[in-house]
Each structure stands twice: as structure tokens, then as C-alpha cells.
């Protein structure tokens, strides 16, 4: 039945919907303005995130070259070794500038590689070096001047072989060292129980010297092999072979009387001629020779060969044996 109050009802529920209606749509838009807000928010959050995090990568990435521009350098940087040589010479000498210009910086810079110790080093010469690959195969073909190089540094860091090349503007050294590890570690301890045994405190620097090139003479005998196989296996050429088979060569002898040298703060390198090698040394404000293979006698030992200056050594040279080139070997000429 339809009535007044019906119609009343039906008006009220009309104005309900109505505001309902509205009510939802108050509520829908403050939904919309809050999110669309979040999502403002959130955008700039994410863009300012963005920006850090671009940052933070942009830093990470320039730290990271940097790292590697400082790798680069260390790995064109030459580091010594123990066994370093600190004494200064006329003829050579270590040099930091790894862009050689001419002949002389080019050689202190061979002896600065075999000085430090390094297996390896890459260089290249300065633009305005015009011989350089000339001089580099004057260096490479003539043993005599890289065994002159050679004979300046301490015997643990000389080289049994070495590799020269170049490429474009590039020079590559590569060096085999007479010692390895486990050879110097056998010496070291050999040389310590010698050195407590016959040295002592009371003793003079000369007297030290004196006590130790006797013990090699005494203790050595010139191995005179004609096989150069036996010669390799007995390790003859060298200081491990003089103390671990009693047998040796003249750089055997030569090597192992500078490393006693050097225990004892000597500045000391070895000499060169065509086909022998001795001691040189700087004892009691002068330089003077030493050539313990010279001075063994089988079961004597002669002191011909000990201590003496230039001029006495060429007065007693037999057969040219102690020729040397001078221009080389500055102190000693």
C-alpha cells in the first residue's frame, strides 16, 4: 500500500543514498590525493635515492681508478730487497728515473733492476733518446758490460741469465738469479756457524777479512773439471757450491768472499776480465784486490793476491789474467 509516510521514507532513503554518495565520494578523493601524494613522495624518495646512489656508484668508480692508476704505478715502481746495495760508486749508481736519454742513465737504470732484487721490469726510454735501440743492443750483445753491471750488486741478486726486448717504445727485462731461496737459506746458515766460530769482537775489521778469505782457501779446492755437466751439478760458479761440495770456480770463490764482505759492512764488488773474476774492496780508507782462487795453493795459502793496490796487481799478473777494462771499474783504476 502506498502512503504519505511512504513517500516520506522513500524521500529520506533518496537523501541517504545521496549523502552516501557524496560521502564516498569525499572519501574516494581523499584515497586519490593521499595516494597520488604517497606516490609524489615516493617518487622523490626514489629519485633522491637514485641521485645517491649515482653518486655513491660515480665515487665508487673514481676510487676504484684511482686504486688502479696507484696499482699501475707501484707495478712501474722498482722495490728493493734485503739484499739491496746501498754503497755508492763512481761508475754506476742507482737511478729513479725510469726514462733513460742516453747510454749512462740507461745503464744505471739495468743496474738499479739487478740492484733491487726485481725478477721483471718494463720501461721505456725518454722521446728525445734518439740511439736508445742502438744502445739496447750494445747492452744485449756484449756480456761483458751486463756481467760489469752485474758484478756491482750483492751476489744473492745477480743473474745467471737475462732476457732483453723491446717493442715500439717498450723495453722488457727479464732476469734468472744464480740463487734461489732455498740456496741462499742453506748459505745463510753456513756462513752464521763460520762467522761465530772464527770471528770475534776483539778482532780488526782487516783481521776479520784476513780469518775468512783463509777459511775459503783453506776449505776450497779449484775444480778443474773439464765436463761442464758435473761443473753445472756441482754448482761450482757459485758460493753454494764452495760450501756444499767443497769445490769451485773463481765467481764461487769471488762470491763467497763478498758475502762475508758484506756481512761485515764492507763496500765491496767484484772485477771482471776476460775469463776471471776477483774481490775489490774499501778497507782502511783505501780500495784495494783480493783474490782468494789466486791465492789457493793447494794446501797453502799465499798472500800474493790479498789486499793489494792496482799497481801491485798488475806487476804480479801472469798472463794477462787480471786484465780488465779500467773505464768500468773507477775506483780500481
Request: with cysteine; glycine share 2%.
Amino acid at each position: 500500500m502506498y502512503t504519505k509516510d511512504n513517500e516520506e521514507l522513500k524521500e529520506i532513503d533518496s537523501n541517504e543514498i545521496s549523502v552516501g554518495r557524496n560521502a564516498k565520494h569525499i572519501k574516494f578523493k581523499k584515497a586519490l590525493l593521499y595516494s597520488t601524494s604517497v606516490i609524489i613522495t615516493g617518487s622523490i624518495i626514489f629519485g633522491l635515492f637514485s641521485n645517491l646512489k649515482k653518486e655513491t656508484d660515480n665515487k665508487n668508480k673514481l676510487e676504484s681508478i684511482k686504486r688502479k692508476i696507484e696499482s699501475l704505478k707501484d707495478e712501474n715502481t722498482i722495490k728493493n730487497n734485503e739484499y739491496h746495495n746501498d754503497f755508492k760508486f763512481e761508475y754506476i749508481n742507482d737511478s729513479d728515473n725510469y726514462e733513460p736519454k742516453n747510454r749512462k742513465e740507461l745503464i744505471d737504470l739495468f743496474y738499479t733492476i739487478l740492484n733491487s732484487g726485481c725478477e721483471s721490469f718494463t720501461f721505456k726510454c725518454s722521446k728525445d733518446y734518439d740511439n736508445w735501440e742502438k744502445d739496447i743492443n750494445y747492452i744485449k750483445k756484449d756480456p761483458y758490460i751486463l756481467q760489469c753491471i752485474c758484478n756491482y750488486v750483492h751476489p744473492y741478486n745477480s743473474f745467471e741469465s737475462i732476457s732483453i726486448s723491446y717493442s715500439d717504445e717498450f723495453v722488457y727485462v727479464i732476469v734468472k738469479k744464480v740463487y734461489s731461496d732455498n740456496e741462499i737459506s742453506i748459505i745463510n746458515n753456513i756462513k752464521e756457524i763460520i762467522e761465530e766460530e772464527y770471528l770475534n769482537d776483539s778482532m780488526s775489521t782487516l783481521e776479520k777479512v784476513k780469518v775468512l778469505h783463509d777459511y775459503i782457501v783453506n776449505n776450497t779446492s779449484f775444480d778443474y773439471s773439464d765436463d761442464e755437466e758435473r761443473i753445472n751439478q756441482n754448482k761450482s760458479r757459485s758460493a753454494y757450491g764452495l760450501l756444499t761440495n767443497g769445490k769451485a770456480l773463481c765467481s764461487g770463490y769471488a762470491d763467497m768472499m763478498s758475502l762475508f764482505l758484506y756481512d761485515l759492512g764492507i763496500p765491496n764488488y767484484r772485477i771482471s776480465s776476460f775469463d776471471h773474476i776477483w774481490n775489490f774492496l774499501y778497507i782502511d780508507g783505501k780500495w784495494v784486490h783480493l783474490d782468494a782462487t789466486w791465492d789457493d795453493h793447494n794446501d797453502l795459502i799465499f798472500y800474493d793476491y790479498f789486499l793489494v793496490s792496482t799497481d801491485e796487481l798488475e806487476s804480479k799478473d801472469i798472463n794477462s789474467i787480471h786484465l780488465y777494462n779500467k773505464s768500468l771499474y773507477l775506483e780500481a783504476k
